[in-house]
């Protein structure tokens, strides 16, 4: 074994499983490949194998490993890791202690635990522990789980005893190469740990191709590691107001010019309303809940709106979602109301957990039941009372958490990128007096960010390509933009002729008005 510590890169972390391979497919055969495909780690788990032939499986996995020069750990058995030279071992929370296999071990070798909750990472850490592996993230057939799902959010919970010190971590259970960049993103804290990699069973080892496999989920981790830095801001430009304005400002003709096809998963109140807003901006809607044709949409859509002012389908809202971020599209959640039952606040609590949201958007009391804050009370979808004392404090703080933009209407409106905080003085109080403003607001912003994204040329790390902080402030200049011109209008009586005007005025807005009426303001925190 290694007598001082090697600097380890736990980035693709594979833990192998013979008894998944595909059926002819060799042991050995599917090692070498997945290492050329860009495995950097490997760990021989072997549950059921007698001694004898654990031992010659190690030793032919070991030299394999070597020629890529990719340490080797043992699963469970300081025996075997002992007998081969290996360079670590991973153990399991019923397993040898970790005080125990430090004696027994070399200095220097890899000692790596199974945690499962924050206390065992905290005495992962006080052991001595190298690194540590959290989940289960998924759920997953590889392994007979009996500890609860994390879920993408309970990954920065559970990451938490490790904030300020050099233990890495790898996540595992059902990662796979579509939802590697959810659980990297999901992961992230506030400070900006996340997790060092992904360590995956059947996705690389029941692959008939296992080094393609292994070379798509390393490029999607490698190339996330190299923009973590930038995670909260999409754009790494400083940004001011005109350039704001002028960037939103181009986005309403590359609306017309692309016609993205925006999904809308909305309630019933306002479906007919949003779908007319959306072909008036020069997008085109559709309005699909069932869980069975996700797969089909998700392929042909630029970005995909999730509202659940009234719950139809939470099956239809997790597929939906979760196939977005497989195709890299933009979603815009809207969780209307979320405060007004224990089925909304643990259905927005399910959809975070499955899928990474691009900007969630609300009014100040359904954003402060997604934050978990008492701050500002709901009356069924309506927030009541004066809202925050810090907005703009507030949006930061919550896009830092949610790894998302973060937009709170209101009278103002603030958007935050986790880094940049803008407040949008625009709209007319007609718009309060209207039902689903706030739910079009959310169409307007899906409608940007798919344009944004069409856009950018695709980048291997982001789940999102384009700037899609200056894409929610578009939609949120556009329905309040086209608010004012709507309400200065002689033919608007009242809230009953407003809305068509609204819809009328959205389809009329050219850049250079936005660019003269926005009255945006960069905030400082
Ligand atoms: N008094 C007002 N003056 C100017 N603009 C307003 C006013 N009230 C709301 N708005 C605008 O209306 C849009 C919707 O925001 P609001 O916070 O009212 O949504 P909401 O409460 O979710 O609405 P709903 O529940 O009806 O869908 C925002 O862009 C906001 O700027
Ligand atoms: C009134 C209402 N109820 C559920 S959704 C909705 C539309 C405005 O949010």
């Known amino acids: 074994m290694a007598e001082s510590k090697r600097e380890i890169d736990y980035s693709v972390y594979l833990v192998t499983g013979r008894d ?30 007698e001694t004898g032939e654990f031992l010659e499986v190690a030793r032919r996995s070991q ?17 075997i890791a002992l007998a081969i030279g290996a360079d670590g071992v991973h153990i399991g929370q019923t397993d040898m202690p970790i005080a125990v296999a430090k004696a027994l071990l070399p200095p220097g070798a890899i000692i790596g635990m199974t945690c499962n909750t924050p206390a065992h990472v905290a005495q992962a850490v006080k052991d001595g522990a190298d690194y540590v592996g959290v989940g289960p993230v998924f759920a997953t057939q590889t392994k007979n789980v009996a500890s609860p799902m994390l879920g993408v959010r309970g990954l920065q919970d559970i990451l938490a005893p490790l904030e300020g010190t050099n233990v890495k971590a790898v996540a595992i259970a059902g990662i796979k190469y579509t939802n590697a960049l ?59 107001s005109q350039y704001i304005k002028e960037n939103a400002a181009q986005l309403f003709p590359a609306i017309r010019r692309h016609g993205p096809l925006v999904q809308q998963i909305t309630n019933t109140v306002v479906t007919t309303q949003s779908a007319n807003a959306t072909l008036a901006l020069g997008a085109s809607p559709i309005m699909a809940n069932a869980p069975q044709e996700m797969a089909d949409i998700s392929k042909a859509i630029g970005g995909l709106l999730i ?25 815009v959640f809207d969780p209307v109301g979320v405060g007004a039952s224990q089925y909304r606040r643990s259905s927005a609590n399910s959809l975070l957990n499955t899928w990474q949201a691009t900007v969630i958007k609300g009014n100040a009391g359904e954003l402060a039941a997604i934050a978990n804050s008492q701050e500002v009370r709901a009356k069924g979808v309506d927030s009541v009372g004066q809202g925050f004392k810090n907005p703009a404090l507030f949006v930061r703080d919550l896009a830092r958490r949610e790894r998302c933009i973060v937009v709170l209407s209101g009278k ?51 789940l999102v390509s384009g700037d899609m902080f200056i894409a929610a402030i578009g939609g949120v200049l556009a329905l309040t933009l086209a608010s004012e011109k709507a309400a200065a209008r002689d033919d ?14 959205l389809g009329k807005l050219s850049p250079e008005e936005v660019v003269a009426l926005a009255n945006v303001e960069v905030v400082s925190v």
Do not use: W
């Open 412 to 462: 103002t409106d603030y958007v935050s990128d986790g880094t940049t905080v803008v407040s949008l003085n625009n709209g007319h109080p007609l718009l309060g007096d209207i039902t689903g403003s706030g739910c079009m607001l959310g169409t307007c912003i899906a409608i940007f960010c798919a344009a944004a994204s069409m856009e950018a040329t695709p980048e291997d790390g982001k």
């Open 182 to 240: 959810q659980c990297l993103y999901g992961a992230v804290r506030p400070s900006g740990l996340g997790l060092d990699g992904l360590a995956v069973v059947s996705d690389i080892v029941a692959s008939h191709e296992p080094e393609a496999a292994a070379r798509k989920l390393a490029t999607v981790v490698h190339a996330f590691k190299s923009t973590i830095p930038h995670i909260f801001s999409l754009s790494q430009h400083p940004y001011t």
């Open 63 to 79: 030299a394999l490993c070597r020629k890529f020069n990719v340490p080797i750990l043992i699963n469970d058995r300081l025996d």
């Open 307 to 331: 509202n659940f002012g009234t719950i139809q389908s939470l099956d239809g809202m997790i597929e939906a979602g979760k196939h977005a971020n497989i195709n890299r599209k933009p979603v």
């Open 492 to 505: 608007v009586k009242g809230s009953g002729t407003f809305l068509p005007a609204l819809i009328d005025e």
């Open 20 to 49: 998944l391979l595909p059926p002819g497919k060799d042991y050995l055969e599917s090692l070498e490949e997945s290492l050329r495909g860009g495995v950097t780690i490997v760990q021989i788990r072997e549950k059921t194998t």
